[in-house]
């Protein structure tokens, strides 16, 4: 509660200009874009390598080019930032073209460590600047990496910048004691857990979320919920469809992620209809309200993350 009177006190003047976060249609790619509070956008849908092993990461996001994808997700602790530097040399694109993210891990967590494992994730990645870098987890020293974010940001070779998996006290707190409001909050959002209270804190200050995990992995047999079912036979789509347009339609950004290209084609396919409110608040029903794979306040997930040397 007091968090909450907090956001609210201090995002006043913020969600005046919350129209920042904005989207618009590319026809080109039938892609829809949000627009960041520093006036650079993202591509609405982004392609995750997370558990792709390296030596297919290559093939797997070339295929992703082909079929339409223009924003690759990494991280150093997905071990694969290099073979995804392959695969943007490799393709026909243009650099300016793709939109590259990576996140910086605990174990390189400070200010001087988050400098050189950023320069260390260039050279993996084969480039001169990324177009997004964020804190992977709100553990170690993250305050100093921010520090460093923010002034990498200045120097020109970060585009944008924010954080992941920080819950709404802690990207409150950071942006309450810092110069530079996160561009953007990257958190699990899915059927289970769909992160309304999260979803208000980062519109109230300003900042975009971007779902991880859309999923659940379909556990629980998620793709065969009525709900998502009736939905679906509506718009004739398929529930995997239906599960990324509804994040679309509450304006948060989603990655996805497959190693078959006919389901990186059936996840591109979300961009020609649009859910209605009340089926949204249909699917409000499926949510339980809280992660069915993580707990980031358990001991033992910061112990194992901190104790993950990359």
């Not at 859910?275 to 980031?296: A, N, V, Y």
């Amino acid at each position: 509660m007091v968090v909450k009177k907090l956001i609210n006190k201090f995002s006043f003047d913020k969600e005046k200009d919350n129209k920042n976060i904005s989207s618009s249609y590319n026809e080109d790619y039938k892609m829809q874009y949000f627009k960041l509070n520093n006036g650079e956008k993202i591509p609405a849908l982004s392609f995750g390598v997370y558990e792709i092993k390296p030596k297919l990461t290559k093939e797997v996001v070339l295929k992703a080019f082909d079929v339409g994808y223009r924003s690759i997700d990494t991280a150093q602790v997905y071990y694969n930032e290099k073979e995804v530097g392959d695969a943007v040399k490799e393709s026909e694109l243009s650099r300016e073209d793709v939109f590259i993210t990576t996140k910086n891990w605990v174990s390189n967590a400070g200010y001087d460590k988050t400098i050189k494992a950023f320069n260390k994730s260039l050279e993996n990645l084969q480039t001169d600047y990324l177009d997004l870098f964020l804190i992977h987890e709100p553990f170690g020293d993250y305050y100093g990496s921010y520090r460093a974010l923010e002034d990498l940001q200045k120097e020109g070779k970060i585009i944008s910048i924010g954080v992941s998996n920080f819950n709404s006290a802690r990207l409150l707190d950071l942006v309450m004691n810092n110069d530079i409001t996160p561009q953007l909050n990257q958190v699990e959002t899915t059927p289970y857990f769909q992160q309304y209270e999260a979803n208000e804190c980062m519109k109230k200050l300003n900042v975009l979320h971007q779902a991880w995990g859309p999923f659940s992995e379909g556990l629980n047999n998620l793709f065969k919920n009525p709900i998502l079912v009736k939905i679906a036979e509506k718009y004739s789509k398929s529930t995997y469809q239906i599960v990324l347009r509804c994040l679309m339609d509450r304006g948060i950004a989603g990655i996805c992620s497959s190693i078959k290209k006919e389901r990186m084609l059936e996840n591109m396919d979300i961009f020609d209809f649009k859910l209605s409110k009340s089926e949204i608040e249909l699917i409000k029903e499926i949510d339980t309200g809280k992660s069915p794979f993580i707990d980031f306040d358990s001991l033992e997930i910061v112990k194992e993350f901190n104790e993950e040397i990359v």
